[in-house]
């Protein structure tokens, strides 16, 4: 084959292979492969860290390839190249460590600007204390005068017994669903501290790009604030055991007066 044609060959391949994948992924109905946007001013910046380091490594990694086959197929024995002779160059050196620390450069300066803003938990409005047990949450309100566990969900419980009747296909949000989900106000800076009362739990919810450990005699810190109200959905996202995929989160923002109304009503029955 000659080269032009190994090349058509090559091209033609990788952009049926691309087709094939997503078209199959979109026909199979895939869950979605990236990361979600999220609901917050945090989750998105975090998003767009994600995509731009996703870029930044596409094309490396792309250049790098192009430049590799390029050398092997144009510069083959058969074509009659020759092996040049140098070796150790100051300047190539030189420019393939100083490239690399630019780009690291590069993006520690936002992905630390970032970081910074997701580690100030100062102004809180309001603060939830969450402790992870062998096998669920407690929340507990500490301006309000409400706490309660959040177990996982009746028909999930159900559904993933030996010999159940109830298929885990036919249960919506199975082992994502809770009996008591998280109340939070919208736009509202909450303050969450976390811990756990027997193993390391984590805390995860990916919309908010929210993800912390719970360790027992710790009390860790992260703050969130949801703009859109919603239930937004997550799990325990370190190994505890047995009961480790039967704890998830839920979280429902309301917006701050249908909060309060929520307040009112578990205040009452108390
Ligand atoms: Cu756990």
Known sequence: MSTNRLKFAGAGLLAAFALLLSSSAMAAGWPPMNMPEGVTEISREVYGLHMMMLI??????????????????????????EPAKWH??????????????MI??????????????????????????????????????????????????ADSTRAYQLGSDLSPLDVEY??????????????????????????IHAWWVPEFALKKDAIPGFINEMWVN????????????????????????????KEPAEFEAWVAERTDTE
């Open 56 to 81: 930044i490594c596409a094309v490396i990694g792309a250049l790098v390839f192009i430049i590799m086959l390029a050398s092997i197929i144009l510069h083959r024995k058969s074509r009659g190249a």
């Open 88 to 101: 150790e160059s100051t300047s190539v050196e030189i420019i393939w460590t100083v490239i690399p620390f």
């Open 104 to 153: 690291l450069v590069a993006v520690a300066i936002p992905a630390t600007a970032t970081l910074v803003k997701m580690e100030d938990t100062s102004g809180a409005e309001m603060t939830v204390k969450i402790t992870g047990y062998q096998w669920n949450w407690h929340y507990d309100y500490l301006d309000h005068d409400i706490e309660f566990f959040s177990n996982l969900d």
């Open 174 to 199: 199975y082992l994502l669903n809770v009996d008591e989900p998280m109340v939070i106000p919208t736009n509202t800076r909450v303050r969450l501290l976390l811990t756990a009362g027997d193993v």
């Open 226 to 253: 949801v703009e859109e109200p919603g239930i937004y959905r997550g799990q325990c996202a370190e190994l505890c055991g047995r009961g480790h995929a039967f704890m998830p989160v839920v979280v429902i923002a």
